[in-house]
């Protein structure tokens, strides 16, 4: 229903930034909610954090609360992630997801319908 596309990965070392971005097409007209989710080698994916289709509403992981933020811009179909103070322990593929809103937001992985290729984040120490 809706395709994704994630980019802005890379290799940085602990303490740097990096900025993810997730770019849909498709039905774009409907109001998707948007997540980002993790997962390292050997790790289950994990939540990182949501918004709301509006962008009024977010939510975090604990892990990562006051170090990144999620925010879109709808007119260019776009979600962000803006990753500051970053640690070892981020390194992971971080995928993009999609789902319609309902007016509450989920952490779970099952809730969403439509996923991202995943990009590769790599922080050394």
């Known amino acids: 229903q809706v395709q994704l596309v994630e980019s802005g990965g890379g290799s940085v070392q602990a303490g740097g930034s990096l900025r993810l971005s997730c770019a849909a097409s498709g039905r774009t007209f409907s109001r998707y909610a948007m997540g980002w989710f993790r997962q390292a080698p050997g790790k289950e994916r994990e939540f990182v954090a949501t918004i709301s289709w509006s962008g009024g509403s977010t939510y975090y992981a604990d892990s990562v609360k006051g170090r990144f933020t999620i925010s879109r811009d709808n007119a260019k179909n776009t979600v962000y992630l803006q990753m500051n103070t970053l640690k070892p322990e981020d390194t992971a593929v971080y995928y993009c997801?999609?789902?319609?809103?309902?007016?509450?937001?989920?952490?779970?992985?099952?809730?969403?319908?439509?996923w991202g290729q995943g990009t590769q984040v790599t922080v050394s120490s």
């Open positions: 997801a999609a789902r319609v809103d309902y007016g509450l937001l989920s952490n779970r992985e099952y809730a969403y319908d439509d």
